[in-house]
């Protein structure tokens, strides 16, 4: 289920995404600490819906002219293998 556009705009921060991935695998490592095995599987599968979700199905940044972002362009002289 991938998220609105909303619910993107407001995610789009990674260290707000980051934060609450780390907050929910805390929140695990305590129930499974704790042996409380029906909390560790609500916040387990929590955990695996946001690195889903927040990290390999979040969209991608649009640069100014609507392509996806693309990886920065090698420096000036360094255009690749040369033969």
Known sequence: MALNS????????????IAITAGLAIWLAVELYWGDQFW???VGF????SLY????????EQSKNGDPDQSAPPPPGEDGPRS
Request: glycine share 0%; no cysteine.
């Open 6 to 17: 909303s619910d993107a705009n407001w995610f789009r921060s990674k260290r707000l995404r």
């Open 46 to 49: 929590a955990l695996l819906y």
């Open 40 to 42: 560790a599987f609500l």
């Open 53 to 60: 979700n927040f990290f390999y199905a979040f969209p991608k």
